[in-house]
């Protein structure tokens, strides 16, 4: 699917939970670079009292949703990520935004 102008374009945006593990955040780029992709925007958080937790928020703007939903599952199947949650963010024209 092509969009007209990269203002139109939807931005897929992932937020996976994993154990925070060295070669999570690893695997999970190496989904996008797999793909000659680099997200847009990255995030990673390391939680819990012991630093046992890690957030690890993507947005990859132009992404497919048929892509996205797919690099999802495998995301999924990655050792150690307990958790991946998507949304896509669509454009909103400036007269709509107040």
Do not use: N, W
């Not at 203002?7 to 996008?32: G, I, K, W, Y």
């Not at 630093?51 to 949703?65: H, K, N, R, V, Y």
Request: glycine letters at 6%; hydrophobic letters at 45%.
């Amino acid at each position: 699917m092509s969009y007209p102008s990269p203002d139109l374009r939807p931005t897929a945006c992932f937020s996976v939970q994993a154990a925070a593990e060295p070669s999570v955040m690893a695997r999970v780029l190496e989904l996008f670079a797999k793909r000659g992709l680099v997200p847009t925007r990255l995030h990673a958080d390391v939680q819990g009292s012991r630093g046992e937790m890690m957030t690890i928020d993507i947005q990859m703007e132009g992404l497919a949703p048929e892509l996205a939903a797919y690099m999802a599952r495998c995301m999924r199947q990655i050792a150690y990520v307990e958790c991946v949650l998507t949304s896509e963010r669509g454009f909103v024209p400036a007269a709509q935004r107040a």
